[in-house]
């Protein structure tokens, strides 16, 4: 372990660390004891005091939950982003755009600004929980951390060990240093900014500096889950939430970027959630990477979301909202902070979660999500093998505004699986082994779009309403969209229902139903051809001619 000494050598001042704890951060990381408070696994109700009286900002809402904010990053640095250049990884990770190479050198440099800084704190919290839920597999985690809100989202986040887990738990497979309050020196060599976020794998850190924004530790894992579940177990890490089924414990897979519905739809009263963002797909199963869900807020309602707007309590976490200073009630219209007002609970605040999350299951179906801003791609299609590779590759959909720092309105984006910002291996091998998991499993694909309907986002189109996508999904669920008559979508050779349970006809098709014209909406799906056939480039190399074939005909 990097700067590590003997556990046994007395701490400076002549005095035995007097806890396990102690002495592992003394011996890994030179945490001073007896200058910091060190707050070990503390209980909800601690981190709310904490959080109240030392962390500006923070209140409690009018159902109890602790209303927190991140400062001034109120969504991901994907440019900051760096994983070491290490003999241990280094052939192995995906380098390029989203995974930039920081050498051992700098590494060290910022390891020493984040600790220094927590030394400097009157206290720090550290949380010991798990990722994964299939015992098998999962890593033990270990969150060192300056700020309550920090320590209570990732103690949400990840699962929560029993006590009997916790006497037990030892020494951690993976560790997180949040020291987001205190800027990287941009002059340090790898740093494009004050911000930096950093994985090692050979050390199995993470290190967190210029960003106080918390859902960059729940991503840090998911990046660690995508490079060790493959590389060590060969088990398909998923940017993906999943349910399964009352009556007969079918499981459906929903990937999707953030924004394309995956926490809303995996959501249903009439399924068992097992997860709605992170999960692995191995010889078993289905397992969820986490222990609780990260739900966007904006336009958030009882109506809509009765599930996720029940689940905002006592525990829960609400980042960057706006609220009424006298009665407390959140305006979850109000995107003055930011388009991307979050919140995060445990997964059991859902009323109809499976506990344990995971399923001995296959999936039956698979749900690839996109929230099309263009108004061109179908509701629903239904997909063939060659489709599904080509779609999981590219990864189409509309970034939505808030989910990155500097994002400010809907724009067109490839993330290959899904998932491109949190990959550690190359695309094509996630695409392989799902390709090869659902052909065992025969699985069904369908490409629904929760986007716009009638015109694009920006010239009078309407977003496909939320009661006619869970009909879909419904009719997909109970077999009824089997059985319906369908016709091919032109210019991406989509098939595409004719009609469909409980949704108008005219939205089935978007040539049919285009406020703009016949000849404006040639232009625009000929506009998104041409972006998928570009995009689709980059990995020509190592797909067959049927894959590559199954893309839109220009």
Same mark, same amino acid.
């Given at each position: 372990?990097?700067?590590?000494?003997?556990?046994?050598?007395?701490?400076p001042?002549?005095?035995?660390?007097?806890?396990?704890?102690?002495?592992?951060?003394?011996?890994?990381?030179?945490?001073?004891?007896?200058?910091?408070?060190?707050?070990?696994?503390?209980?909800?109700?601690?981190? @709310?005091?904490?959080?109240?009286?030392?962390?500006?900002?923070?209140?409690?809402?009018s159902?109890?939950?602790?209303?927190?904010?991140?400062?001034?990053?109120t969504g991901?640095?994907? +440019?900051?982003?760096?994983?070491?250049?290490?003999?241990?990884?280094?052939?192995?990770?995906?380098?390029g755009?989203?995974? +930039?190479?920081?050498?051992?050198?700098?590494?060290l440099?910022?390891?020493?600004?984040?600790?220094?800084?927590?030394?400097?704190?009157?206290?720090?919290?550290?949380?010991?929980?798990y990722?994964?839920?299939?015992?098998e597999?999962?890593?033990?985690?270990?969150?060192?951390?300056?700020?309550?809100?920090?320590?209570?989202?990732?103690?949400?986040?990840?699962?929560?060990?029993?006590?009997?887990?916790?006497?037990?738990?030892?020494?951690?497979?993976?560790?997180?240093?949040?020291?987001?309050?205190?800027?990287?020196?941009?002059?340090?060599?790898?740093?494009?900014?004050?911000?930096?976020?950093?994985?090692?794998?050979?050390?199995?850190?993470?290190?967190?500096?210029?960003?106080?924004?918390?859902?960059?530790?729940?991503?840090?894992?998911?990046?660690?889950?995508?490079?060790?579940?493959?590389?060590?177990?060969?088990?398909l890490?998923?940017?993906?939430?999943?349910?399964?089924?009352?009556?007969?414990s079918?499981?459906?897979?929903? $990937?999707?970027?953030?924004?394309?519905?995956?926490?809303?739809l995996?959501?249903?009263?009439?399924?068992?959630?097992?997860?709605?963002?992170?999960?692995?797909?191995?010889? +078993?199963?289905?397992?969820?990477?986490?222990?609780?869900?990260?739900?966007?807020?904006?336009?958030?309602?009882?109506? +809509?979301?009765?599930?996720?707007?029940?689940?905002?309590?006592?525990?829960?976490?609400l980042?960057?909202?706006?609220?009424?200073?006298?009665t407390?009630?959140?305006?979850?219209?109000?995107?003055?902070?930011?388009?991307?007002?979050?919140?995060?609970?445990?997964?059991?605040?859902?009323?109809?979660?499976?506990?344990?999350?995971?399923s001995?299951?296959?999936?039956?179906?698979?749900?690839?999500?996109?929230?099309?801003?263009?108004?061109?791609i179908?509701?629903?299609?239904r997909?063939?093998?060659?489709?599904?590779?080509?779609?999981?590759?590219?990864? @189409?959909?509309?970034?939505?505004?808030?989910?990155?720092?500097?994002?400010?309105?809907?724009?067109?984006? $490839?993330?290959?699986?899904?998932?491109?910002?949190?990959?550690?291996?190359?695309?094509?091998?996630?695409?392989?082994?799902l390709?090869?998991?659902?052909?065992?499993?025969?699985?069904?694909?369908?490409l629904?779009?929760?986007?716009?309907?009638?015109?694009?986002?920006?010239?009078?189109?309407?977003?496909?309403?939320?009661?006619?996508?869970?009909?879909?999904?419904d009719?997909?669920?109970?077999?009824?969209?089997?059985?319906?008559? @369908?016709?091919?979508?032109?210019?991406?050779?989509?098939?595409?229902?004719?009609?469909?349970?409980?949704?108008?006809?005219?939205?089935?098709?978007p040539?049919?139903?285009?406020?703009?014209?016949?000849?404006?909406?040639?232009?625009?799906?000929?506009?998104?051809?041409?972006?998928?056939?570009?995009?689709?480039?980059?990995?020509?190399?190592?797909?067959?001619?049927?894959?590559?074939?199954?893309?839109?005909?220009?």
């Open positions: 372990m990097v700067g590590a000494v003997n556990v046994t050598k007395l701490h001042k002549g005095v035995e660390p007097s806890t396990d704890l102690e002495g592992a951060l003394y011996e890994t990381a030179h945490i001073d004891y007896d200058q910091v408070h060190i707050e070990h696994n503390p209980s909800v109700s601690t981190l @709310y005091e904490d959080a109240l009286v030392y962390e500006s900002g923070s209140a409690l809402n159902t109890g939950a602790l209303v927190a904010h991140s400062g001034a990053k991901r640095s994907p +440019k900051d982003k760096r994983i070491v250049d290490e003999p241990s990884s280094n052939k192995r990770v995906w380098w755009p989203v995974n +930039k190479k920081l050498s051992e050198n700098s590494w440099i910022n390891r020493e600004r984040a600790i220094d800084y927590l030394n400097t704190r009157k206290r720090i919290y550290v949380v010991d929980a990722a994964g839920w299939d015992p597999y999962r890593l033990k985690i270990r969150v060192v951390c300056a700020r309550a809100y920090h320590a209570l989202f990732m103690k949400n986040m990840l699962i929560r060990p029993t006590d009997e887990e916790l006497l037990e738990f030892g020494k951690p497979d993976f560790t997180i240093y949040n020291a987001g309050a205190f800027p990287a020196n941009r002059y340090t060599s790898g740093m494009s900014s004050q911000t930096s976020v950093a994985i090692n794998f050979k050390e199995m850190e993470m290190l967190i500096l210029g960003t106080e924004y918390a859902g960059e530790m729940k991503k840090g894992i998911f990046t660690v889950m995508f490079y060790l579940m493959p590389v060590k177990y060969n088990v890490t998923l940017h993906s939430s999943a349910n399964e089924g009352i009556q007969n079918d499981v459906t897979l929903f $990937f999707g970027l953030s924004g394309t519905g995956k926490t809303t995996s959501a249903d009263p009439n399924r068992l959630l097992i997860g709605d963002d992170e999960h692995c797909w191995s010889d +078993k199963g289905v397992f969820n990477i986490e222990g609780g869900c990260y739900a966007k807020c904006v336009g958030l309602s009882a109506e +809509k979301e009765p599930e996720i707007f029940n689940a905002i309590r006592f525990g829960s976490v980042e960057n909202v706006v609220f009424d200073p006298a407390r009630v959140v305006d979850y219209n109000n995107t003055t902070l930011t388009e991307n007002t979050r919140c995060s609970y445990p997964i059991e605040y859902i009323p109809n979660a499976k506990l344990p999350c995971l001995n299951q296959h999936p039956k179906n698979i749900i690839l999500l996109t929230c099309d801003a263009r108004g061109v179908p509701p629903i299609s997909l063939t093998p060659e489709q599904v590779m080509y779609h999981f590759i590219s990864g @189409y959909t509309s970034k939505m505004a808030g989910t990155e720092d500097g994002v400010t309105e809907p724009e067109a984006t $490839f993330s290959a699986c899904f998932g491109q910002p949190f990959l550690a291996l190359h695309p094509m091998e996630y695409a392989s082994m390709a090869e998991k659902m052909k065992k499993h025969r699985a069904k694909a369908w629904l779009n929760t986007g716009w309907t009638g015109n694009s986002a920006t010239r009078g189109g309407q977003r496909c309403p939320l009661k006619y996508t869970r009909a879909i999904l009719s997909i669920h109970n077999g009824e969209l089997n059985d319906v008559e @369908y016709q091919n979508f032109e210019v991406f050779n989509l098939s595409i229902p004719v009609t469909a349970p409980n949704v108008p006809q005219e939205i089935l098709n040539s049919n139903s285009w406020k703009g014209g016949k000849a404006e909406f040639n232009q625009e799906i000929t506009k998104l051809g041409s972006l998928f056939e570009e995009n689709f480039n980059k990995y020509k190399d190592g797909c067959t001619a049927e894959v590559i074939a199954a893309g839109p005909q220009l």
